[in-house]
């Protein structure tokens, strides 16, 4: 576990582990844009999280007040970069506009980092999917289903679709069950707030 | 290692498979920020890292090789045993579980003997009546009926859940609930002197933890290192302290605080009974606290006087939860006064075992001895405490099952 003091020091330490990671990974991030992305998403997660104050219920808990990453807190960071680089790759030159792309970029890894942080149990497919959504938009099942399994690697429809199940059932540490995906009113899913 | 726990106190297995109970369901998650966790009413103490983070970390601590982040673990423990003790010891947090339990006993909103005649589950009862109980349509009819009753009373809890409250016990113990909330407020509230009762009951933790583990030497740079890292409600306490007594913190803290917690409102009482040690004329603490506390009546704001756990028990005899652990104090088998188990760390290393629920993220065992059968019970009370069980989850799950049954009640009816 590593404990931080500041805000500041804990992002520069989410930043260095993206860039740190083996760059024949998917998980290694180098494209500053995305980095900064990626850094502003979890910041504003934290910031949120960090405000919402829980009941003791009697019980007499040691808790920190500074930062820190855990080690089961990596994979979930490895997962937000892997769909971050991968978004990046697939919006290239004439896709999404490079504003678009980072501004999705930060809301998908807000969207995790969050849900990651209130208790959410989530798995690197899962994450993948998420990320999937909320950076192509509102898709028909059929159509995700095909791209993402396209797009993602390794990924079948199957294996989509099984995730998509799982993110409408999301259980957070008081108890609230979740839904991070949604059909909206045209039919199309789209990845939710939460 | 000097000053640390001894751990195999910690380490006895216990055997967790069970056919009916997965007791591991019982485990709370923590906020990630969150080390470590004593549950007083279950009397379990909770850390925030796997069995096998835990099993590295003793293996470590048995060859002498502690890393920095195994160091902060065993202080964690020790911060939680320390308030197993301040509950074990100390009137006001003894009274304090006990009054909490009175409550929860006498409160839920679900109850065995309550079926409205009216509802669904009651008419099916009534129906069930005039079957044999062999029959297969009783047999279906029962299922239902319990299925029914799950539903009724998931209608209760939700209409009994505060605001914003998604668990299962939150709803189904709202007066147990209300009063842990009001107790929050409460034990948060802070005075004039800046002390809160939840600041001395922290405070005396942290600090307990760092001159066991450390002892006197340098005791005020390593808890200013620690206190830098912790949010104010740990730290309060300490720095009220020093700013009274200076160079007699590590002296007179957790001797002032062990008296101000036999008082009904220790953070009035901290302040006049530290001033009272401090004036003490032999300015030897051994000597100095059972003069100050022979007159703690008669100190200004003390309050009234609870005394010791062991002085407190008679009036609730229903919580039974540390009776063995008390009869130990009462016969002196833990080698100390209450007082001083409290007031000097070193009287820690004379109590033979802590009794009390040892768990991990995924893993359980009973210090001390605890049988298992115990350890189990009191993991269901404290998973009850600390909310454990989602109700939205049980909704759901319900409504699947009533959903199915629905299904099968068409198929059957329409011969498909």
């Known amino acids: ?46 910031t949120d999280v960090r405000q919402e104050e829980q009941s003791r219920d009697g019980a007499l808990g040691l808790r920190i007040g500074g930062w820190i990453i855990r080690p089961e807190d990596l994979p979930v960071l490895d997962a937000i970069s892997v769909g971050a680089a991968a978004a990046a790759a697939a919006f290239g030159p004439g896709g999404m506009t490079a504003v678009a792309v980072v501004a999705a970029v930060s809301g998908f890894a807000s969207l995790c980092w969050k849900a990651w942080r209130k208790g959410a149990s989530l798995s690197p497919d899962e994450v993948a999917v998420l990320g999937f959504l909320k950076l192509h938009g509102p898709m ?55 | 290692m000097a000053g640390s726990p001894d751990l195999s106190t910690y380490m006895a297995e216990i055997d967790n498979t069970d056919n009916t109970i997965d007791a591991h369901e019982f485990i709370k998650c923590l906020r ?41 673990l065993i202080r964690t423990i020790n911060h939680e045993t320390y308030h197993f003790m301040q509950t074990v010891c100390s009137g006001y947090m003894y009274k304090r579980q006990c009054a909490a339990f009175s409550i929860f ?22 129906a069930l009546e005039g079957l044999e109980t062999a029959s297969p349509e009783y047999q279906r009819l029962s299922a239902v009926t319990k ?88 730290s309060a306490l300490y720095r009220v302290t020093q700013g009274l007594c200076g160079d007699r913190t590590s002296e007179l803290l957790l001797p002032a605080a062990s008296m101000a917690l036999m008082c009904e409102r220790p953070d009035r009482a901290y302040i006049p009974i ?3 040690l401090i004036d003490a004329p032999s300015h030897d603490v051994q000597q100095d606290a059972p003069v100050v506390a022979d007159r703690l009546d008669s100190l200004p704001g003390v309050g009234t006087v609870l005394g010791f756990a062991v002085d407190v028990r008679s009036q609730y005899p229903d919580y039974l939860v540390y009776k063995p652990v008390l009869d130990q104090i009462e016969s002196n088998a833990w080698g100390a006064h209450p007082f001083w188990l409290l007031a000097d760390p070193a009287t820690m290393n004379g109590v033979p075992s802590f009794p009390m629920g040892f768990l991990t993220r995924d893993g359980f065992r009973g210090g001390g001895g605890l049988d298992r059968d115990i350890l189990i019970a009191r993991m269901f009370l404290m998973s009850v405490v600390l909310r454990v069980r989602s109700r939205r989850r049980t909704e759901k799950a319900v409504r699947e099952q009533l959903g199915a049954w629905a299904q099968g009640v068409l198929v059957r009816l329409t011969g498909g």
């Open chain 1, 140 to 194: 028909a099942l059929e159509d995700l289903k095909k791209m993402a399994a396209a797009q993602l690697d390794g990924f079948s429809e199957d294996r989509v679709e099984l995730s998509l199940k799982s993110l409408r059932d999301v259980e957070l540490l008081n108890g609230d069950l979740v839904d991070l995906v949604r059909i909206d009113e045209s039919g199309r899913w789209r990845a939710r707030p939460i």
């Open chain 2, 32 to 72: 990630p920020d969150q080390l470590g966790l004593f549950e007083p009413l279950s009397g379990i103490l909770l850390l925030n890292v796997s069995e096998d983070e835990f099993q590295a970390m003793a293996a470590r601590w048995s060859k002498n090789e502690c890393t920095d982040s195994d160091i902060d």
């Open chain 2, 105 to 126: 006993n006498g409160d839920s909103v679900l109850s065995d003997d309550a079926v409205p005649a009216d509802s669904a589950s009651g008419q099916l009862l009534k």
């Open chain 2, 274 to 276: 530290l001033r009272a």
């Open chain 1, 1 to 46: 576990m590593q404990k931080f003091t500041t805000q500041n020091e804990f992002l520069n330490a989410l930043s260095t582990h993206w860039q740190s990671q083996p760059s024949t990974t998917a998980a290694h991030t180098t494209d500053a844009a995305i980095l900064d992305a990626l850094r502003a998403g979890v910041q504003q997660a934290d």
């Open chain 2, 147 to 234: 299925l029914l009753r799950q539903h009724e009373d998931l209608g209760k809890i939700a209409a009994n859940a505060a605001p914003g409250d998604n668990s299962y016990f939150g709803g189904a113990f709202p007066k147990f609930f209300a009063h842990l909330a009001a107790l929050e407020l409460a034990e948060n509230e802070t005075n004039e002197d800046g002390l809160s009762i939840l600041s001395i009951i922290e405070g005396t933790a942290v600090a307990h933890a760092q001159l066991l583990m450390g002892g006197t030497v340098g005791f005020e740079a390593r808890m200013e290192a620690e206190c830098s890292t912790l949010p104010p409600v740990y």
